[in-house]
């Protein structure tokens, strides 16, 4: 089935580490998105990339870093500069024609 | 980036009856999007809007792209306990910058 996939779902680092979530999608989509979600809060824009090999800051994109080498996949690093890596983080994708964003189902980020 | 005012951030309604939400911006833009999220799940797309003025509706929800294209509505007819969830505008911003509301709680009573 054709979907997008983030893994792990949660996932425990200790306070310092850098961590990598992942995000796969097998739609063939062009774009991809990555937002950080907090306790009764709406969704922030960390990075997005909209072709391979290129990507842009979103609004939240201080302390994380992406890599667009595949279409099919959009790992997103929270560094050890991320001052508060607590939070629910969310993957995306969409085609270039269609705008409708398609979600993976998240993964819940605890640092200790 | 520019802002989307969602309102209200909350709303607390006894099963059966019906619910608005809008969702507003200080730009023009060319499309509105819907999305409904379950505790602890990624968002789901509900309804997309493409044209000013454009009213669509998929089964008990209709939204509606404002004739100025810079707000958009939200309905929920004779909301059910399934209903529950976090709702968000969403709109494209620039080249496929891809923007949410704060998102609308809805609780409802059984």
């Known amino acids: 089935d054709g979907g997008i996939t983030q893994s792990p779902k949660y996932l425990f680092r200790k306070e310092g580490q850098n961590v990598t979530l992942s995000c796969e999608q097998n739609?063939?989509?062009?774009?991809m998105y990555w937002y950080r979600q907090d306790p009764g809060q709406g969704l922030r824009l960390i990075y997005y990339?909209?072709?391979?090999?290129?990507?842009q800051k979103g609004d939240i994109a201080e302390g994380y870093s992406v890599s667009r080498e595949k279409k099919e996949s959009f790992p997103l690093t929270v560094t050890s500069a991320q001052k508060n890596p607590t939070a629910f983080y969310l993957c995306?994708?969409?085609?270039?024609?269609?705008?409708?964003?398609?979600f993976g189902q998240g993964t819940r980020l605890t640092v200790v | 980036g520019q802002q989307l005012n969602q309102s209200p951030q909350s709303m607390f309604i006894q099963e059966g009856e019906d619910v608005s939400m809008n969702c507003t911006s200080s730009?023009?833009?060319?499309?509105w999007l819907w999305y409904k999220q379950d505790p602890g799940e990624g968002p789901v797309l509900l309804i997309a809007l493409y044209k000013a003025g454009e009213l669509t509706s998929n089964g008990r929800l209709t939204a509606q792209f404002g004739i100025t294209r810079k707000d958009s509505f939200l309905n929920i007819s004779a909301s059910i306990p399934s209903d529950v969830g976090i709702y968000f505008c969403a709109e494209i911003q620039g080249a496929q910058k891809l923007v949410f509301g704060q998102g609308t709680r809805l609780t409802i009573n059984p």
């Open positions: 730009s023009i833009f060319n499309t």
């Open positions: 990339s909209q072709i391979v090999n290129d990507f």
């Open positions: 995306a994708s969409s085609t270039h024609k269609n705008t409708e964003a398609f």
């Open positions: 739609l063939n989509h062009d774009a």
